[in-house]
């Protein structure tokens, strides 16, 4: 049978001893009740297994439309087909020059590409598509009616490991006085935008900068690889002089007396 407190205090009063001080009969008193109180049961201590977080995660969403660069220029892509956003975003992680994704809400994914990727630069046997000249991160998204969302990824704008430096006034020419290959790359561009574009393809050994137009010219040698070139048009032949461009090897000068084009190196 269980004990009550009125158990044990009847106890306590029949042992009580006449003689005892009133701290003795508390003392008795709060034994008698320590007697009932139900035993506490020892609990095991609350275990928080630690998640996993996502890598998908690392990714941020900038805003509906096309990713576009500092200068609001689109990106070139690589075309995954159909994934979902975790996929679509872990496969921009792990492929290199990935600055962000777009995707739309049917799982169309598209990783972007710096301005001189090509197919083998894309992950799985996916197909490149030079789609625009943005350069480096991914800065904003513009509405432009599509239903792609963007999404910016972790990128490090390193310090390139090469750059560029002006050389003269003029056309650039090699040790034997020979005019270079080039990558057009049309007009509307600033000299470090086409700098940035050279030094970030490895078959640009310099580029020619025409001030009246604002015109690039990425300069290639005869064992380049031109399909680095992406979408722009790769010339090979001086229309004017009637003869191949056959420059190889370092840009030593520049010539010519037209001083709005100018010559860089790139090394």
Known sequence: MKRTINDNLR?????DNPDDSEDDKKDKK?????????????????TTVP??????????????????????????????????????????????????YQITTDGDCQVLMQPWGNDRSCP??????????GNKSVQQALDDGTE????RCPFEDVEPDRRCSFLG????????????????????WTTEECSEACVANPSCHGFEYDLDNAGCSSLMQPSDDYSSCSSYAFAFYDTFAGSPLLGEGPI????????????????
């Open 11 to 15: 106890e306590l009063r029949i042992g």
């Open 30 to 46: 709060t034994k008698a009740l320590k007697k009932t109180e139900a035993p506490k049961k020892e609990t095991d201590a609350p």
């Open 51 to 100: 998640s996993e977080t996502p890598k998908a995660l690392e990714c941020e969403q900038v805003g509906k439309g096309l990713c576009r660069d500092r200068n609001a220029r689109r990106f070139s892509y690589c075309d995954m087909g159909s994934l979902t956003q975790v996929q679509c975003a872990e496969t921009c992680l792990s492929t290199e020059g990935c600055p962000g």
């Open 124 to 133: 799985n046997g996916s197909t490149y598509v030079p789609d625009g000249e």
């Open 148 to 151: 792609y969302m963007c999404y």
């Open 169 to 188: 006034i003029g056309y650039c020419e090699d040790a034997n006085g020979e005019f270079f290959a080039y990558c057009d790359m049309g007009r509307g």
């Open 252 to 267: 030593i000068d520049s010539v010519g007396d037209d001083d709005t084009i100018h010559c860089y190196t790139c090394s």
